[in-house]
């Protein structure tokens, strides 16, 4: 079957650092997506890896190992507004998107 | 750019009666128009995926007769809950997106999505 694997809810500080983890099994591999969901709404899209390695995007930063099968995202410099739920999605052999539960993350000042 | 709308933002029916969410591309053409639940605190689940001008595919366990959708424009989906129940209460979130398989392109497969539809049936 196919699986992603993200943790379910994240503590941080304000301004500090925090790394989301994801890790799949899906059949085929064509991409991974990092989205942001706040409370009530849609998500928005972050992030996309295709290739291996970091790609850095202001304060945020999303990493892949395809050999691994694992992803993380990277929050800097965190502040309060980005409280919200982080899923990691996962685009298959038939270039169906297949969906993390999320992990909602915490900020406390 | 990538704008997707959705109507209704919230609707409130009685059990029985059926709900029309509107899903729109004000933007750009949307080949594929992917129409997704959500229950609080869980994530989206993905419940039927509809082309332009055919008929959608539908995820197992989704009945195809209680949520007909429709896709008549390149910018346009509807989804319709028939005979609507509580449990159907639910928030509601299509997504949209420009490419096609055969394209290639990762922002083929960038979903951007509608604010969603929260349902309450009572």
């Known amino acids: 079957g196919q699986n992603i694997d993200q943790p379910t809810e994240m503590t941080a500080t304000e301004g500090a650092i925090v790394q989301i983890n994801c890790t799949y099994q899906t059949s085929g591999f064509n991409g991974l997506f990092w989205y942001q969901q706040h409370a009530g709404e849609a998500p928005t899209f972050l992030s996309y890896?295709?290739l291996d390695g970091l790609e850095e995007k202001g304060r945020f930063s999303s990493f892949l190992s395809r050999s691994k099968g694992y992803s993380y995202l990277l929050l800097k410099e965190l502040q309060m507004k980005d409280s919200a739920s982080y899923l990691c999605?996962?685009?298959?052999?038939?270039?169906?998107?297949?969906w993390g539960a999320g992990t909602k993350l915490i900020i406390k000042p | 750019g990538a704008v997707v709308s959705q109507h209704p933002s919230r609707v409130i029916c009685k059990s029985g009666t059926s709900v029309k969410i509107e899903c729109r591309s004000l933007?750009?053409?949307?080949?594929?128009m992917f129409w997704y639940r959500q229950f609080p605190k869980k994530s989206l689940m993905l419940m039927a995926t509809s082309n332009e001008g055919s008929k959608a595919t539908y995820e197992q366990g989704v009945e195809k007769d209680k949520f007909l959708i429709n896709h008549a424009s390149l910018t346009l989906s509807t989804l319709t809950v028939t005979s609507a129940h509580p449990e159907d209460s639910s928030f509601y979130i299509c997504?949209?997106?420009?490419?096609?398989?055969?394209?290639?392109?990762?922002?083929?497969?960038?979903?951007?999505f509608g604010p969603g539809t929260r349902l309450t049936v009572t």
């Open positions: 999605a996962v685009l298959d052999s038939n270039y169906q998107l297949i």
């Open positions: 997504s949209a997106t420009p490419g096609t398989p055969s394209s290639g392109a990762y922002f083929s497969y960038e979903q951007y």
């Open positions: 890896n295709v």
């Open positions: 933007d750009f053409q949307a080949t594929t």
